[in-house]
């Protein structure tokens, strides 16, 4: 009996030593998460504002992209 009790008490403290691992993997995950979240967040802000000025640049310098010819191809 006292085999049996000890593989159980291993098996347990292997699994707690997994889950243990797991959650930490977890809780890095979560984090790389949010960091890229906020990043991704900031890239969009930078873009928008950069589009914005570019068109801005264009109306101060009287290029419609409205007024341009189609490509050629159509």
């Keep these: 009996m006292n085999d049996s009790n000890d593989m159980l008490a291993r098996r347990l403290d292997e699994m707690e030593v997994k889950l243990t691992f ?10 790389a998460d ?9 890239l969009e802000r930078a ?12 109306i101060a310098q009287g ?3 409205h007024d341009e010819p ?5």
Excluded: F, K, W
């Design 34 to 42: 949010a960091d890229q979240s906020q990043r991704i967040a900031a």
């Design 70 to 74: 189609p490509p050629p191809h159509y």
């Design 22 to 31: 797991i959650d930490e993997a977890v809780q890095a995950l979560t984090t």
């Design 47 to 58: 873009l928008r504002d950069l589009r914005g000025e570019l068109a801005s640049m264009r």
């Design 63 to 65: 290029d419609d992209p």
